[in-house]
């Protein structure tokens, strides 16, 4: 339902939110992974646009902020910005991340699936199309201000800081799986290539555990990280959420790179075959047991 009411390409309906929202919005994110729902009351720059409720399916509880004003009556929502979604009793420190639905297709649903499936702390799907305004982006001018994974001027990279700061707070261990989808032609003979956000080799870790388990509960299918073959050259180096969780400065994303691996991000590409969840939640439950 939120896909169906997203912007499409070239809309040209996506409002950048500006500093104020974007600070708002991460006090509600907090909150939101501390546990609290109901009595959560959201601020005057995100209430017009914005619902925030507990939502119950198979008896699992949930609390869901997602955007709810199509004021024009177009079949729209206004702004562009996006869902964040808790789980209220999580088995797994994950958080399933889809930057690019409808671009990616099927990588909303595939998210939401693998989320409710691995019973992980938190889902956050973009808001639009990435294309959905062609005004280039001030982060990265290579691409359009909608893209959630190359522009901090969004509502996904708040998002992802205030995970950090939640985690880092804390101090439990967590990962972010970030699942795009690559063309049939891209990266000949590989089905799924995953990295840390960095073109060098992973040492054996979490991301090498998955390959296996993945691997292992499909067993057709050709996965891959850096240094493998066959070679894939999508490795995510450019991801804004991808460097700030790798340890670059939130205000040094869009230009500086990585340099070395936190393991608290992983970069997924994956051909239109591999992206049902129901090819993913076994693997990935298999890779970070419940807690």
């Avoid at 509600?28 to 959560?40: I, K």
């Avoid at 009556?73 to 702004?79: A, C, H, Q, R």
């Avoid at 509960?217 to 460097?243: E, K």
């Amino acid at each position: 339902c939120i896909v169906d009411h997203m912007p499409g390409a070239d809309a040209q309906s996506f409002v950048a939110p500006n500093s104020t929202v974007q600070s708002d919005w991460r006090k509600v994110v907090r909150t939101m992974l501390s546990g609290t729902c109901a009595n959560t009351p959201l601020s005057k720059s995100l209430r017009t646009n914005y619902v925030i409720s507990p939502f119950t399916e198979n008896g699992r509880n949930y609390c869901v902020l997602m955007e709810s004003l199509d004021k024009d009556n177009n079949g729209l929502v206004d702004k562009g910005w996006g869902t964040f979604i808790t789980a209220m009793q999580p088995l797994r420190e994950l958080s399933i991340q889809a930057p690019h639905p409808i671009a990616d297709a099927m990588t909303a649903g595939e998210g939401i699936g693998i989320f409710t499936g691995t019973r992980s702390r938190s889902f956050l799907l973009a808001g639009t199309h990435r294309d959905s305004d062609t005004t280039v982006s001030t982060c990265q001018t290579a691409y359009s201000r909608p893209d959630a994974g190359h522009n901090t001027g969004t509502l996904f990279e708040p998002a992802v800081a205030e995970l950090l700061a939640f985690y880092n707070s804390n101090g439990k261990p967590w990962t972010g799986l970030q699942f795009h989808g690559m063309s049939d032609t891209s990266c000949d003979g590989v089905d799924v290539h995953m990295t840390y956000g960095l073109t060098t080799p992973s040492l054996a870790s979490d991301i090498h555990t998955l390959k296996a388990n993945l691997a292992w509960y499909n067993p057709a299918w050709s996965v891959t990280v850096p240094g493998d073959q066959p070679a894939c050259s999508l490795n995510g180096t450019l991801n804004v959420q991808g460097r700030l969780l790798n340890n670059v400065p939130l205000t040094s994303v869009c230009t500086t790179s990585a340099t070395a691996a936190s393991k608290r991000f992983i970069h997924i590409e994956q051909k239109a075959l591999m992206r049902d969840p129901q090819n993913w939640v076994s693997a990935i439950n298999a890779t970070w047991p419940a807690q």
